[in-house]
């Protein structure tokens, strides 16, 4: 007995180390009360890691939702909710609405930076880009419950714009900037695979629009129904098959180059720690994408209102104002990888995200509306169309060298700025619903 007492008592001393060295001589009787006494020394550890856990709590805190200057917009969202219900201005409801969660879109992208330092780039890039576009699936949810199909498709496809043009085209500008005396390059491997589901996701929305737009349809209003909902499983299963085949199957073709990036840096490596845990950066996904979806609610509320009041077109609020909030984490994040000279990551986030928008999301919000019995399709009208076909066009053929630098990121921000001009002066001919 007396030889289990010392091992039970060296076990203890290794793994507390605070305790003090008191209370080693003793009598092995008292080891047969241990279960109905408790050991100073387990008190002790008690208070120690629940002090420690306090500390790393409140250092959490500070670090995510404190220590970032764009908090500051943070308190624009309970306002909001005020607003709503004292005043009713839709208007103002929408705007401070915009203003609060532009903070937590931001943060949801650093909490899922923060993760990816233990994921990895490949596994990081997709979890960017999921969680990055959190905030534009809840509002589409939202609005798709109230009905609004045409909010649902062009603040979608203003989202898919906004990556590929505005989100790239900062990250390839400031990349360029910064690096200036050389030449970034990425995989192009990834950047050609992502270009063809793109393009394959424009063949899923041009023919339901060319079908009903040339009256060619079997049963008016019902086939091109049916030919969304079967284009949507198709476009979910060659999604699906994408992430089986870059993560499982073929990891290596898409981490080459990341790998040249991760050696380059590996001067700063010490600097790129990670800032909070593994669990603690889940814990505030949560809680920041629970958030997300209450302001979402209002947002989503007062857009018809906030047309109205403020005399500018529905169209321009959904494809151009609210994904630029909705897509502030991909924003964020991309230009800080672009700047670290790691493009592979900000492929991942900023088109990466544009093809999990056109390949998932939309395919699953027209699954979801078949459930819901609401009348979702894949005809996004021809105007809206043409924009993203030739929006793809444009960015495949900036993609096909591998490489990028910041008169390329000037051109697709200023293809972006006529895309915005385009949708300001366009009048919506349908309504939603329709």
């Known amino acids: 007995m007396g030889s289990n007492g010392?091992?039970?008592?060296?076990?203890?001393?290794?793994?507390?180390?605070?305790?003090?060295?008191?209370?080693?001589?003793?009598?092995?009787?008292?080891?047969?009360?241990?279960?109905?006494?408790?050991?100073?020394?387990?008190?002790?550890?008690?208070?120690?890691l629940r002090k420690m856990y306090q500390i790393s709590l409140l250092r959490s805190i500070y670090i995510v939702i404190i220590k970032a200057k764009i908090n500051v917009l943070l308190p624009f969202g309970p306002l909001a909710i005020l607003l709503h219900y004292v005043t009713g201005k839709h208007a103002w409801v929408f705007f401070f609405?915009?203003?609060?969660?532009?903070?937590?879109?931001?943060?949801?992208?650093?909490?899922?930076e923060q993760l990816t330092f233990y994921t990895g780039s490949t596994v990081g890039g997709l979890l960017n880009a999921t969680?990055?576009?959190?905030?534009?699936?809840?509002?589409?949810?939202?609005?798709?419950?109230?009905?609004?199909?045409?909010?649902?498709?062009?603040?979608?496809?203003?989202?898919?714009?906004?990556?590929?043009?505005?989100?790239?085209?900062?990250?390839?500008?400031?990349?360029?900037?910064?690096?200036?005396?050389?030449?970034?390059?990425?995989?192009?491997a990834t950047a050609i695979v992502n270009s063809g589901l793109l393009l394959m996701a424009v063949m899923g929305l041009l023919f339901p629009a060319v079908l009903h737009f040339t009256h060619t349809e079997v049963h008016f209003g019902k086939s091109q129904l049916a030919l969304s909902r079967f284009s949507s499983c198709i476009m979910l299963i060659a999604y699906a098959s994408y992430l089986f085949f870059q993560l499982k199957s073929q990891p290596n073709l898409y981490s080459s180059v990341s790998e040249d990036?991760?050696?380059?840096?590996?001067?700063?490596?010490?600097d790129e720690a990670p800032e909070i845990t593994q669990w603690e950066a889940i814990a505030w996904l949560a809680v920041l994408t629970i958030w997300i979806s209450v302001l979402s609610g209002y947002l989503v509320d007062a857009i018809e209102g906030a047309s109205d009041s403020l005399n500018m077109p529905m169209s321009f609020i959904s494809v151009i104002l609210l994904p630029i909030v909705g897509n502030a984490a991909e924003h964020a994040s991309a230009i800080m990888f672009a700047m670290?000279?790691?493009?592979?990551?900000?492929?991942?986030?900023?088109?990466?995200?544009?093809?999990?928008?056109?390949?998932?999301?939309i395919p699953f919000c027209v699954v979801v509306g078949w459930f819901m019995g609401k009348p979702m399709d894949l005809n996004f009208q021809l105007f809206e169309t043409a924009?993203?076909?030739i929006t793809v066009l444009v960015v495949a053929f900036m993609l096909q060298e591998g490489t990028s630098n910041y008169f390329?990121?000037?051109?697709?921000?200023?293809?972006?700025?006529?895309?915005?001009?385009?949708?300001f002066v366009h009048v919506d001919p349908s309504k939603d619903g329709d």
């Open 6 to 48: 010392e091992k039970l008592e060296l076990e203890f001393d290794d793994e507390i180390p605070f305790s003090s060295s008191q209370g080693t001589n003793k009598i092995d009787s008292l080891h047969f009360e241990a279960p109905y006494i408790a050991s100073p020394r387990s008190y002790l550890s008690t208070r120690v």
């Open 97 to 112: 609405s915009l203003l609060g969660i532009t903070p937590l879109a931001e943060r949801l992208g650093y909490a899922t």
């Open 131 to 188: 969680f990055g576009n959190a905030t534009e699936m809840i509002i589409s949810l939202y609005a798709l419950n109230n009905g609004m199909m045409r909010v649902v498709k062009q603040s979608l496809l203003g989202s898919i714009l906004s990556n590929m043009l505005l989100v790239l085209g900062c990250a390839f500008f400031s990349g360029g900037i910064i690096h200036h005396q050389k030449v970034q390059v990425f995989n192009k």
């Open 261 to 270: 990036g991760e050696n380059n840096s590996e001067d700063c490596e010490e």
């Open 340 to 361: 670290k000279d790691k493009l592979d990551i900000t492929l991942g986030v900023a088109i990466g995200s544009s093809t999990q928008i056109s390949m998932f999301v």
């Open 387 to 389: 924009t993203l076909f």
């Open 408 to 423: 390329k990121g000037l051109m697709l921000i200023l293809c972006y700025l006529i895309v915005a001009a385009s949708f």
